[in-house]
């Protein structure tokens, strides 16, 4: 059974930093893409980020140069560093999973290409 465990949210000032760990067990695949959405308040959820087992990385415009993502293969954990924090960050973060790689993971970006999901942290970013 695959599991992904989010943590590092919080509350933080804007132009300040955070960073989310996610960590993922029960898969078994040689392939995946792994990524981030985030969920504001009365928004739909949106990909910010995605990485795949080949270390290929996709951003979306709204967090391109402030946010990273990355991750530890030998520890099964992805990584999202978010940087120059800005109060439309706000939201509740998840990382989730699939097993394609490559343009399939750079380009679909919706929700329901996802089939592994974590249960979410809160950010919060005050001005």
């Known amino acids: 059974q695959v599991q992904l465990v989010e943590s590092g949210g ?3 000032q804007a132009g300040g930093s955070q960073r989310l ?3 993922v ?9 792994r990524a981030w959405f985030r969920q504001g308040p009365g928004k739909e959820r949106e990909r ?3 990485i795949d087992s080949d270390g290929s990385t996709i ?3 709204s967090v391109k140069g402030r946010f990273t993502i990355s991750q530890d293969n030998a520890e099964n954990i992805l990584y999202l560093q978010m940087d120059s924090l800005k109060p439309e ?17 750079r380009g679909l970006a919706g929700m329901t290409q996802y089939d592994y999901w974590g249960q979410g942290t809160q950010v919060i970013v005050s001005s």
């Open 89 to 105: 960050d706000t939201a509740m973060y998840y990382c989730a999973a699939n097993s394609f790689k490559g343009w399939l993971c």
């Open 25 to 33: 067990s029960g898969y078994t695949g040689s392939s995946y893409c």
């Open 48 to 50: 910010v980020a995605a």
């Open 21 to 23: 760990s996610c960590a």
């Open 59 to 61: 951003y979306a415009i």
């Open 10 to 12: 919080g509350s933080v």
